[in-house]
């Protein structure tokens, strides 16, 4: 008798808004007890999810954790993953909630179900799946996120990067980052692996497709944080020197005002620091070497009268020579005696021409910027010159980085001691001796306050004072890392019309 009770509240679905609500919370209140009738019961409920009224909708959502008994889960968990397309604010958090809840009852079970709608679910869907992982795992307390779990999503999340967009590319690596499985040498080394592997280091590559170029960026700025001195960015700096840094200069970007040029020299030398053995390290060394020189330029012949034969002075793009000299100087210590046994004297002597004349600009430019940000506390930086002043300040950090590296490469031999924070990064406490070696040796020491650099995504242009060397320093603006252009479907792999083919 009781079960045809049952059945009686389960047609209750077909009924009324009070019947219906009813419905919604009976039916999983007397769900245990009637194991014959689970089909029919959950459907009932589905039906209840999907109803016209949103507040018999909230109801049926919020009772669904109950059916999530067993081999129910992983569908009660399809279910609710489907659910999360829902635009009303209030059932959309009642779905996340939902989810979180099962998840701590059965964490595989509950991925199951996010998976397969990643894998085969609508765009919408499967958008917001990803959302939810990147969004709540690490949320979930250890003893939800055991390593057997952590080993399910690393395994389930390689079937996803087989068809991925760029967007959802970084998603994905914000997820399984964040495991804690994945934080151990060897974890980090598998996610380097990931990158590598997505970004095709071994396809040819095509400076003038900027999906390609596009790739290749957001690829290498999801490794640049994993580097370290154990696990190393050697893959990824020769593909760089071989195949990026020939075609710099015809490198095309999707990405709208974005300094493509700067953007390739600023990842090279972030990655040049954690370069493991290198291969063709000489014939590196020598591309890297040939592009740092067309950025030092040499100086303008003189006429007769001592005054400059040609129109106007060359000029000094610091930012890009910061980069590359900072690169350079990373990979020449792995070959100490490039610039003296493997170049020949008359090269040597060119370069030193051109690392003086640079110097020389450096030092006066370098005077400017002091005289500028003299007397300037914390406080003046806040002012409506703030900006300027701050630009001023990165301004700084770059020529004192190039006038270090200079310094260093002008010994005899060169020497490759002295360590640097490149200008956009924030500067690491160091000791006594690594402070002594990374400052300026000029005589006059810039303010203390001036290390307070600009947010990495400033994007103003600092024209500095027209004067004997003075030149346009560039862009600052440092995209931020994981900055997509555009919605899904529009990065690589795009997943137009939901094909799984790997558009690459």
């Known amino acids: 008798q009781h079960k045809d009770a049952y059945q009686v509240i389960l047609d209750g679905v077909k ?78 958090n009642l779905v996340n909630n939902a989810l979180l809840s099962i998840f701590k ?26 959302k939810f992982l990147s969004t709540k795992l690490k949320t979930l307390p250890e003893e939800v996120m055991t390593k057997e779990v952590e080993e399910f999503i690393l395994t389930e999340s390689k079937k996803v990067l087989e068809d991925v967009t760029g967007e959802e590319f970084v998603l994905f690596m914000k997820i399984l980052s964040g495991l804690k499985s994945l934080q151990t040498v060897s974890g980090r080394q598998q996610l380097v692996e990931l990158v590598a592997e997505q970004a095709d280091l071994e396809q040819t590559f095509n400076p003038s497709d900027p999906d390609c170029v596009d790739r290749l960026l957001q690829c290498t700025r999801q490794a640049v944080p994993l580097f370290s001195k154990n696990v190393h960015s050697t893959k990824f700096v020769t593909y760089f020197c071989e195949h990026v840094l020939p075609n710099l200069s015809s490198l095309t970007t999707p990405v709208e005002g974005l300094d493509i040029q700067l953007e390739v020299l600023k990842l090279l030398a972030e990655m040049s620091s954690f370069c493991g053995d290198m291969e063709k390290l000489e014939s590196n060394l020598k591309k890297l070497f040939d592009k740092l020189l067309e950025y030092m330029p040499l100086p303008p012949e003189e006429a007769e009268n001592g005054e400059n034969a040609g129109s106007e002075e060359p000029k000094l793009q610091f930012s890009y020579v910061e980069c590359l000299l900072y690169s350079f100087h990373q990979l020449g210590r792995k070959l100490p005696d490039f610039l003296t046994a493997k170049l020949n004297a008359e090269k040597l002597k060119d370069f030193k021409i051109r690392l003086q004349y640079f ?55 060169p020497s490759y001691k002295s360590t640097v924070t490149l200008s956009w990064k924030p500067v690491q406490k160091a000791d006594a001796s690594q402070k002594r070696a990374s400052e300026d040796t000029t005589s006059s020491s810039p303010p203390k306050k001036a290390s307070a650099g600009p947010k990495r995504d400033a994007r103003q242009i600092y024209n500095p004072p027209s004067g004997k060397y003075s030149s346009n320093l560039g862009s600052f603006s440092y995209e931020q890392r994981g900055g997509f252009r555009g919605g899904r479907g529009r990065g690589w792999g795009g997943r ?9």
């Open 15 to 92: 009924g009324g808004a009070k019947e219906k609500r009813l419905a919604a919370q009976f039916i999983p209140k007397f769900f245990k007890h009637f194991p014959e009738l689970a089909d029919s019961a959950i459907n009932a409920q589905l039906d209840l999810c999907e109803d016209e009224d949103v507040s018999i909708r909230r109801q049926a959502i919020k009772e669904l954790p109950q059916f999530a008994t067993g081999d129910n889960l992983p569908r009660v968990a399809d279910i609710l993953t489907q659910l999360l397309q829902s635009d009303d604010s209030a059932e959309f």
């Open 105 to 130: 009852m059965d964490a595989k079970g509950t991925l199951g179900g996010l998976f397969s709608q990643i894998l085969q679910g609508e765009d919408i869907v499967r958008e917001r799946a990803i």
């Open 359 to 413: 110097a020389r600009g450096l030092q006066v430019y370098i005077r400017q910027l002091r005289l500028a940000l003299q007397g300037k506390t914390g406080e003046a930086l806040k002012t409506e010159e703030a900006s300027i002043n701050k630009i001023k300040v990165v301004a700084l950090k770059i020529t004192n980085n190039i006038n270090v590296l200079i310094k260093d490469l002008f010994h005899i031999p």
């Open 496 to 504: 137009g019309n939901r094909s799984r083919g790997r558009i690459y």
